[in-house]
T-cell receptor, first 112, second 113 residues
Framework: EDKVVQSPLSLVVHEGDTVTLNCSYEVTNFRSLLWYKQEKKAPTFLFMLTSSGIEKKSGRLSSILDKKELSSILNITATQTGDSAIYLC????????????FGEGTQLTVNP | KAGVTQTPRYLIKTRGQQVTLSCSPI?????VSWYQQTPGQGLQFLFE???????NKGNFPGRFSGRQFSNSRSEMNVSTLELGDSALYLC????????????FGSGTRLTVV
């Protein structure tokens, strides 16, 4: 069965810290990996990584895909209290159409 | 540009009843996917509709069904509600549904009592 595992499940840091969130996957026909941020209800899109684009960056956030290790990391530098949220990793396969398989998420809490 | 609209936002139903949830995708998007989110199971894929056809289905019982209209709006129906159906139901809108990115709505919080 396809699997997406995120670690850690929860993380508490202080403002200004740098955090690294991990996502590993075991899927048969990988197409892309997506990161979402969920604060209240609607997950908001952060990055999509494919074999043709293995590193993405947006402001203080960046993500790298390691296709050899079947994993991805999401880095957040100079964290702010507004970064507190659940970060979700999802994988899309070539054979499953538009189905996304999600990990359990990482609950990040940034304290002032 | 309007986002993905889900209605209602909250719903309380009794066991055995049925419920219908609605999702209006971003204008021009033809793919609508539905997910169930619970604390224990995380986000799980229910089904996806593209151009009024169900294109993909997750591992949920037949009590969960859906449809899509010609304007791409989608509805999801759950019949004979069980306590375990209490969850946040999210829909995701996409241009074609494959590698175009998915925009989620704010969800419908369903509580079954």
């Amino acid at each position: 069965e396809d699997k997406v595992v995120q670690s850690p499940l929860s993380l508490v840091v202080h403002e200004g810290d740098t955090v690294t969130l991990n996502c590993s996957y075991e899927v048969t026909n990988f197409r892309s990996l997506l990161w979402y941020k969920q604060e209240k209800k609607a997950p908001t899109f952060l990055f999509m990584l494919t074999s043709s684009g293995i590193e993405k960056k947006s402001g203080r956030l960046s993500s790298i895909l390691d296709k050899k290790e079947l994993s991805s990391i999401l880095n957040i530098t100079a964290t702010q209290t507004g970064d507190s949220a659940i970060y979700l990793c999802a994988v899309e396969e070539t054979t499953s159409g538009s189905r996304l398989t999600f990990g359990e998420g990482t609950q990040l809490t940034v304290n002032p | 540009k309007a986002g993905v609209t889900q209605t209602p936002r909250y719903l309380i139903k009794t066991r055995g009843q049925q419920v219908t949830l609605s999702c209006s995708p971003i204008s021009g998007h033809r793919s609508v996917s539905w997910y169930q989110q619970t604390p224990g199971q995380g986000l799980q894929f229910l089904f996806e509709y593209f151009s009024e056809t169900q294109r993909n289905k997750g591992n949920f019982p037949g009590r969960f069904s859906g449809r899509q209209f010609s304007n791409s709006r989608s509805e999801m129906n759950v019949s004979t509600l069980e306590l375990g159906d209490s969850a946040l139901y999210l829909c995701a809108s996409s241009l074609t549904g494959i590698s175009n990115g998915y925009t989620f709505g704010s969800g419908t919080r369903l509580t079954v009592v």
